[in-house]
């Protein structure tokens, strides 16, 4: 059998998120590294919209969008990271928007950033910060003193909250989370020693 094959880029967000998935399941996949603004991608052969993570499953099939993905990966085995119905799997879905929207308008910064000095929008770009300090604000109260977001198990609210909070101190480390959430910073030293975590740490 052939195993599945996963389209990413090492710094990317969403798709560490479906990498510590992988990993916290114990799935065995292989990884393919890249970069969708190459004219020689071959992510739209698989992806319509030529955007990673995408997942070619074992019969040549694909997934794409990293929420779509972890939800099938949660399917395969092991202790669920999603609940199965009802309003707690609804709170642990919301908080993965939550944190997939921070790194929505941390790459929008990134990307911005990117354009040539006279071209960038700094009333776009403070758009977009104030979403990112709302959402680890949101993210910080949601986890009050708790272990977990979601109380005392790990669930995929919790892979999502890290792979977010890391992005931003990778790309935009200006962003200091870790004084102003002390809380936050505990629970990212927490993630960061998981194996998982510390297996898809993007190059320095």
């Not at 009333?123 to 979601?150: F, H, V």
């Not at 919790?158 to 910073?185: M, Q, T």
């Amino acid at each position: 059998m052939r195993l599945m094959k996963l389209i990413a880029s090492h710094t990317s967000p969403y798709a560490r998120k479906v990498r510590v998935v992988l990993a916290e399941k114990q799935i065995a996949c292989d990884l393919v590294e890249e970069n969708v603004w190459s004219p020689a991608s071959t992510v739209p052969r698989h992806n319509p919209l030529n955007k990673i993570p995408t997942l070619i499953l074992d019969d040549g099939t694909s997934l794409f969008d990293s929420s779509v993905i972890t939800e099938y990966l949660d399917t395969l085995g092991g202790p669920p990271l999603i609940p199965g119905a009802g309003l707690e799997r609804a709170h642990v879905r919301c908080d993965e928007s939550l944190a997939d929207g921070i790194c929505d308008a941390a790459l929008t910064i990134v990307l911005e950033r990117k354009r040539e000095a006279m071209r960038q929008d700094p009333t776009w770009m403070d758009r977009q910060r104030g979403k990112i300090d709302a959402g680890i604000e949101g993210l910080a109260k949601q986890l009050g003193d708790r272990p977990w977001l979601n109380g005392k198990t790990m669930t995929l609210a919790d892979l999502a909250a890290g792979c977010a909070l890391f992005y931003v101190a990778f790309r935009l480390p200006e962003i200091d989370w870790r004084s102003k959430h002390p809380n936050l910073a505990g629970y990212a030293a927490k993630l960061d020693a998981r194996p998982s975590f510390a297996g898809t740490r993007p190059p320095a």
